[in-house]
């Protein structure tokens, strides 16, 4: 039997024996009680989001220039470092051809046919 469905036995109790205040203080309960229940699930649900970002985090390797997801053996990407390291988004870059990679949200070109440690992406703006 849920915390819910005592408060009501009793509530139904108190009205029987018509203590009034006993009512009113069991009805504030019942709403802390409801109150608390939405809280649990928000926070429930925080933690998921969090957990889920951690679990990216670890996932992510960073080779100089982008970001790449490893699975195991396999690796997906690349993924573009400034969109993740500003909004924390996951954006694919888009093979543009002629050894260069694109990221359709913030349109910086990742020039591949250098090498280096150095940044060497470049906004088109
Ligand atoms: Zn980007």
């Given at each position: ?43 429930k ?6 957990e ?74």
């Amino acid at each position: 039997m849920s915390t819910l469905d005592n408060i009501q036995i009793i509530y139904e109790v108190l009205k029987k024996a018509g203590n009034i205040d006993a009512q009113k203080a069991l009805t504030d309960l019942k709403e802390q009680n409801l109150k608390l229940r939405e809280e649990n699930l928000a926070f429930k649900e925080q933690i998921k989001e969090l957990e889920e970002k951690l679990k990216i985090k670890e996932q992510l390797e960073f080779d100089g220039r982008m970001y790449w997801l490893k699975n195991g053996d396999t690796k997906e990407g690349p993924y573009c470092h400034l969109c993740y390291e500003r909004d924390n988004k996951l954006i694919h870059l888009l093979d543009a051809s002629d050894g260069f990679y694109k990221c359709s949200a913030c349109d910086v070109l990742y020039d591949i046919r250098k090498t280096g440690d150095t940044f060497q992406g470049f906004s088109l703006e």
